[in-house]
Structure formats: structure tokens, C-alpha cells
């Protein structure tokens, strides 16, 4: 390191806020500071402007239908449709423009650009496929699917025909997918023959197929894409499973009239992790969350119809549905979308993308961040990536180390980053700065978007002093909310409002939404995301349900019984440590290591598989038989125990830390 750079890194190192530059300001889409007064003041009637995003076949009554919280509605009887929004009225001035530019992951593969026209072609044929094979409007279309472009087309040809989509992330295992396909009583499913990681060419439909055999109702019909051609996996199409690019050819030409969706039918279901062993299928509807992707896309991402935007997410997650997928395409812009990993086939891969698309904003997660940081600068040094504008991540804390890394090596020192909080169920961005007006500062979200009432409170619902750690709230609905979970609203309410709500009242001030996230606030109302308070890991941005891991492990011949926790990684956030302990006559060996990870694997996926597994003879409990994971989390992060004399089993404790040092 230079003098100089000497000099730089140490500056960096003791700044604790940065501005945006002025030409980011005199350029940004939102720059008046008093947006956030004027939202206060004219709530909810400050959504308007989201709306007015929109384009809308019937405008909407009111604004906010609060009168049996917490089940909101939005925009109450607006008719509107989303491929119509994300497609058809860009046509005539943006045509011709980029709509996806997608990037494969093998170098020598020529990549797929669609125009807004192309892509509305496509989304057309395939919604005339889809009706053809019989699906109908609120028909749950199930994707399991990796980044090929065929998921956004097949997203935006369900929501033409008002049938509402359910993504399976592609890195899930068969299992996942049949429970997903079951919980859903989804019918029909698209998917891919495979799809290219770090070079190998992966079989997928082995894995969808596998699935389809766990269904419990009859699937009517499944769509194939072909991504991997000649280095596919030899698979012949079952009966009712059909090519995709055949069933387009059959259907070229064909235009769909979109259908009129009233504002809060359904556009999709998401399953996420919670805190008990069924994900949870949440809900999503049309006109809200349409509007707040479109308006947090445009605020906080500072997208404008001419840039090219990156989000470098999974679609398979909330974050590629939100920003990759509907908020870019329905403000026009070009989104990219990139099949491969950012070290194939080298280090750079991002930077070489960024460089070659001159790409304006990119939108990453922290765990990237820091495997970019540990891989040095000397990457991104080899490309220019001057074109870069704003600087976004998500999904899990940033430490100032790697947002300042983030800022100074990937923006140059000119780009904005917006750290912004948000989940599954909200939609869309919720804590953040927005760029153009407020100061940032590493390792804080920032204060709550204009028009939303975020506080963080202790175990009663009081306001904490600043500094202090406590519960973050949303004491005020917002349009982009989750409107239930599938099938359930009794667990809705359980889940997310009944720890602060009165739930006998019907008084929205009453009603209080509980993301189930620790936080603490500064003297700014900057907010600072701690992490998950209930019992989900977040395993490099990916969410993981820590009693899911159990119940696949205790699922393996030999177990007994297990407690999953999550251990600070260096690389991956948090790292899933697994305490196991063997019914008598089984070995914690290799072997039966191996076995535990392969039932992870099988029945998740391989993003859950233990770092660790800690094979013993009793666990840690309460006098009251509670597994104290605040214990074995601590065990497994090597901290300070807390009290342990309150514990039934004491002496377990150093048994269990021995072993557990023996892993690292
Ligand atoms: C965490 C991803 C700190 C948080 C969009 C939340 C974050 C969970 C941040 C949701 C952030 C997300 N800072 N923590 N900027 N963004 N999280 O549903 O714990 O996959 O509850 O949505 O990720 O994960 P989900």
C-alpha cells in the first residue's frame, strides 16, 4: 500500500458519515428534504404519488382501507394489471429499449437481450401457452427455477392472466419443492432441464422431477425449458410435461389481453422461513406491492427509464422479485440479470459485467461485499466501472468495514450506498436513507422511509433511548405490506402482530407489525438492524428457519434429538451450528456426520448445511425442559456464557464448549 493509499484507508477508517457528492444530488429523483414532513402530514394520502406510478384500467375509492386491522387494504377497487404496467405501456416510447439484459454464466455463451417489444411477445405467447394447458385466473403457478429468462417471462405471463406465482428458489432440494407445490395446491409448474454452476452443467429436472413425485394432489401440467441444450442430462419429458420453447412457437403471435385485477387479488405467494418447521406462504397483492417496488425502485435506487440497473439477487428470493423482476420494469429501466456466481470463471466477473453494460446502480447483498473484500481490490481495479452511480445492499448487517470497502473501492468514492432493511413481507425497502437527501452512515440502515412509523421498542412496546437495543416495530401500515399468510390468517395475526397489537381492537392505532428484528436507534434516528430476534438464521442473506434444519436432521436414522443455532462466520453472516445428540447404539463419526448433512441437503438444500455438527449426550436445558439456544449460541460464537446455574444440566455446558472448540 502506497503512502497515500495509507493515508485514505485511515481517513476512511475513522469517518463515521459520508454525504453524497453533489452531482449525485443534482441529478437524484428525490431531493426534497421535506418529503418526510409532508408524507406525515398527509397520511395515507401521501401513497398517492406510488399510485400515481401506475397505470390503472379503474381508478381506486380510497387510498387505505382500515377498518378491520391488521387486514389492510389498498387502493380499494382499482382495477390494474401488473405485465401491463411492467410491459405493454412502455411500448410505445420504449420499445426498442432493453427491458432484461441477461448475462450466462459460460463467457462463450452469447447472452440474451430483450426488448421491452421482445419481452412482451414472449410474456404474450407464453400467457396463451399457459391458458392452453388450462391454467386459470388465481391458479397458483408454481416456478422452480434458476436465472434463466424464462422465470420473468413466465412471472409477468401469470400475472396477464391474473394467476398468481410461486417461486421456489432452484438451490431448494425436491423436498422443498413438493411442500411448497402441497401448501399452495398449486397445479402446474414451469421449470428447467438444468442450469450452469462454475462451469458444470447442473441437472435440474432430476431434482423438480423428484419433487412432482411428493405431490399429494394431481399437477396438471409441468413446462421444461430447455436451458442446457447439448450439455443437458439426456431427460424425456414425462407425460403432461411439456417444452417450453415449443409451446411459444406454437402460440407466436398471440396477444393476451391482460386481465383487469382488482387491486388486492393476489400476485404471488413467497414461502419464507419462520420460527416453526413450515415456511410460511406469504401473500402478496397487485396494485400495494406493485406500487411500492415502482416507488422504492425509483426513491431509494434513483432509477431512471435510461439507466442499466443491477441487482445482483436470486429471482428465487423476495429481493430478485422486487427488484429485479417488477419495481425496475415497471419504472422502464434495463435490468440485468446475471445467471452465473461473481468468482466464475474468475474474480471479476461482476466487475467485467459492470464495466461491459456500463452499469448505473448495483444492488448487492453484505455477504458478497465481504467475499469481495477478502478476494482484494485489485478485481474491480481492472475494470472500469466509472459508469457506476449508487451502490445499494440488503439482506443482512453491513459493518462499516465492508461499507466503507464497498464505497471506496467499488464507488470510487462517489457513489452513494443505501444499506436498506427490509423483508420478505413488507414488499420492499423500509429502513434506508434515501440518496439523494440524507447523509449515511456505515453500518446504520438509516431512519425509516417518509410516511412509515418504525420504532424500537423494549419487551413492553415502550420507546427505547437511543443507543439502547430493543425490537423494531411498524406502528403504521404500508402499502407494500403482506396481506396474509396462504390460507391463514390466524397465524398471520399470531405471527407478525399479536407480541404488540391488542388484538381485540379495531383501532388501527392499536395494531402493531412485529418483524421479529432486534434494532437500536441513534440521536438521529438512524437505525441500526441487529439481526433476527426469534428462531431463523440468515446464512449469506439466505433465510433459514432454524426448526426446518432440525426437524430434516432428526429426520436421519440414528438421531434423537437436535438444536440448530446460528454461529457468527466470517463469510457468510452466520453459519448453522447443529447439536445432535444419537439414540443409543448410533456413532457420531464421520459417517454419521455425512448423513446429517446429506438429510440437510435433501430435504432444504445445500445453503443449509451445517458448518458444524456437535455430536452430544445431553443438551442444554432449563429446569422446565426448554433448550437454552442462547447458550449454545454463545458456545458456538465462543463468548461469555451467561448464568448457567439455572440449567437442569450444568455440567453439559463444558462438555459441549470442548467439543465445539475441536470442531473449529
Ligand atoms: C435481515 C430479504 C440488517 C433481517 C430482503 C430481516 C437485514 C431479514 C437487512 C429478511 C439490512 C434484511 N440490515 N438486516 N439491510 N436486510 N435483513 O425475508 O433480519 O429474506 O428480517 O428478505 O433479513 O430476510 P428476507
Keep these: 500500500m502506497s503512502e497515500e493509499e495509507g493515508q485514505l484507508e485511515a481517513r476512511l477508517e475513522e469517518q463515521e458519515e459520508f454525504e453524497p457528492s453533489e452531482e449525485f444530488v443534482s441529478q437524484a429523483n428525490v431531493t426534497d428534504e421535506g418529503i418526510y414532513e409532508e408524507f406525515e402530514e398527509d397520511w395515507p394520502g401521501c401513497w398517492e404519488g406510488a399510485a400515481d406510478l ?146 458444470d452443467a447442473l441437472d435440474h429436472l432430476e431434482k423438480a422431477n423428484e419433487g412432482l413425485d411428493g405431490v399429494d394432489h394431481d399437477v396438471e401440467a409441468t413446462v421444461v425449458v430447455d436451458r442446457l441444450g447439448d450439455d443437458g442430462h439426456g431427460h424425456d419429458l414425462r407425460d403432461g410435461q411439456h417444452d417450453y420453447a415449443e409451446l411459444v412457437a406454437d402460440h407466436e403471435g398471440a396477444e393476451v389481453e391482460p386481465v383487469h385485477r382488482d387491486a388486492e387479488d393476489m400476485l404471488f405467494l413467497m414461502y419464507t422461513s419462520g420460527t416453526t418447521g413450515k415456511p410460511k406462504g406469504v401473500k402478496h397483492t397487485t396494485a400495494g406491492y406493485l406500487a411500492w417496488a415502482a416507488w ?216 402493531v407489525y412485529f418483524p421479529e428484528d432486534g434494532a437500536k436507534i441513534d440521536e438521529d434516528g438512524y437505525i441500526t438492524v441487529l439481526g433476527r430476534v426469534d428462531d431463523v438464521i440468515n446464512v449469506s442473506g439466505h433465510r433459514l428457519g432454524t426448526m426446518e434444519i432440525e426437524s430434516a436432521i432428526v429426520g436421519v436414522e440414528g438421531v434423537a434429538e437436535a438444536a440448530v443455532v446460528g454461529g457468527d462466520h466470517e463469510m457468510k453472516g452466520e453459519a448453522v451450528y447443529a447439536y445432535v445428540i444419537l439414540e443409543d447404539g448410533y456413532e457420531g463419526d464421520d459417517d454419521m456426520r455425512e448423513r446429517i448433512v446429506g438429510g440437510v441437503e435433501d430435504s432444504i438444500g445445500p445453503i443449509a448445511r451445517p458448518e458444524a455438527v456437535v455430536f452430544t449426550p445431553e443438551l442444554p436445558k432449563t429446569r422446565s425442559g426448554k433448550i437454552m439456544r442462547r447458550l449454545l449460541e454463545q458456545i458456538a460464537n465462543d463468548e461469555e456464557l451467561g448464568d448457567t446455574t439455572t440449567l437442569r444440566n450444568p455440567e453439559i455446558v463444558e462438555d459441549i464448549q470442548t467439543k465445539v472448540e475441536r470442531e473449529d
Design 54 to 199: 401506475l397505470d390503472w384500467y379503474e381508478g381506486y375509492d380510497e387510498v387505505l382501507d382500515d377498518s378491520n386491522p391488521p387486514f389492510y387494504k389498498w387502493f380499494t377497487d382499482g382495477k390494474l394489471n401488473v405485465s401491463d404496467n411492467c410491459l405493454d405501456r412502455h411500448l410505445e416510447e420504449r420499445g426498442d429499449e432493453v427491458a432484461i439484459e441477461w448475462v450466462g454464466e459460460p463467457t462463450d455463451e452469447e447472452n440474451r437481450t430483450f426488448t421491452y417489444e421482445e419481452l412482451h411477445r414472449e410474456v404474450n405467447e407464453f400467457a396463451a401457452a399457459l391458458r392452453d394447458l388450462g391454467v386459470e385466473e388465481d391458479d397458483v403457478v408454481t416456478m422452480y427455477m434458476p436465472m434463466v429468462p424464462e422465470l420473468p417471462v413466465a412471472m409477468l405471463a401469470c400475472a396477464r392472466i391474473g394467476a398468481p406465482h410461486s417461486v421456489v428458489f432452484a438451490g431448494f432440494s425436491a423436498e422443498a419443492l413438493a411442500t411448497r407445490m402441497n401448501a399452495a395446491d398449486s397445479e402446474f409448474l414451469v421449470t428447467c432441464d438444468g442450469y450452469y454452476r462454475r462451469g
Design 296 to 511: 422504492t425502485s425509483q426513491a431509494v435506487l434513483d432509477i431512471k427509464p435510461d439507466d442499466t440497473y443491477w441487482c445482483s439477487a436470486d429471482i428465487g428470493w423476495i429481493t430478485g422479485h422486487s427488484y429485479i423482476v417488477y419495481g425496475p420494469l415497471a419504472l422502464g429501466t434495463t435490468s440485468v440479470m446475471y445467471e452465473g456466481t461473481p468468482d466464475y470463471p474468475e474474480r471479476d466477473r461482476l466487475w467485467e459485467i459492470v464495466e461491459e453494460y456500463e452499469v448505473d446502480q448495483l444492488y448487492t447483498a453484505p455477504t458478497a461485499i465481504r467475499a469481495f473484500m477478502k478476494w482484494g481490490k485489485q478485481f474491480p481495479e481492472e475494470h472500469d466501472l466509472s459508469s457506476l452511480r449508487l451502490l445499494g445492499t440488503v439482506g443482512e448487517p453491513i459493518n462499516p468495514r465492508a461499507w466503507k470497502w464497498y464505497y471506496q473501492h467499488i464507488g470510487n468514492e462517489e457513489c452513494p450506498v443505501v444499506d436498506t432493511w427490509w423483508q420478505t413481507e413488507t414488499g420492499g425497502m423500509m429502513v434506508t436513507t434515501l440518496p439523494g437527501i440524507k447523509k449515511m452512515k456505515p453500518g446504520s440502515a438509516g431512519p425509516p422511509l417518509p410516511g412509515l412509523d418504525v420504532r424500537i421498542v423494549d419487551t413492553k412496546g415502550e420507546e427505547v433511548e437511543p443507543g439502547r437495543a430493543g425490537y423494531l416495530t411498524v406502528n403504521k401500515p404500508w402499502p407494500g405490506m403482506l396481506r396474509t399468510l396462504y390460507q391463514n390468517d390466524e397465524r398471520f395475526v399470531n405471527e407478525y402482530w399479536a407480541e404488540y397489537s391488542d388484538t381485540d381492537s379495531d383501532d388501527p392505532e392499536d395494531w
